[in-house]
Nanobody, 127 residues
């Protein structure tokens, strides 16, 4: 069993920055993939970024590439999402997710490909 606790959301003006954290517990992380998704009001949950725990191979959605950076700290079992140059359209609830089943690839952009989820943290960007 894995528990994910995401935090770091808040209210920020357009152009500002926030750093989200996702603390994982419950089992040792090795060759897992972790990701951030977000869901804006009235919209489907969408992929934001992912990282493989061992190789730190990263992927980003086109609309955040160059502004967001995903990373992880192995010693702290924590994943981060540094968000810069925030825009009002980045407003959403952000969820961290972990994929612990066996994997043959590195890129998993769909919700059903993940096994555990955090509770979500609200990010609001004002114009």
């Amino acid at each position: 069993q894995v528990q994910l606790a995401d935090s770091g959301g808040g209210l920020v003006q357009a152009g500002g920055s926030l750093r989200l954290s996702c603390a994982a517990s419950g089992r040792t992380f090795s060759d897992y993939t972790m990701a951030w998704f977000r869901q804006a009001p009235g919209k489907d949950r969408e992929f934001v970024a992912s990282i493989t725990w061992s190789e730190t191979i990263t992927y980003y959605a086109d609309n955040v590439e160059g502004r967001f950076t995903i990373s992880r700290d192995k010693a702290k079992n924590t994943m981060y999402l540094q968000m810069n140059s925030l825009k009002p359209e980045d407003t959403a609830v952000y969820y961290c997710a972990a994929r612990v089943r066996s994997s043959s690839a590195f890129y998993y952009p769909r919700q059903y490909e993940y096994d555990y989820w955090g509770q979500g943290t609200q990010v609001t960007v004002s114009s």
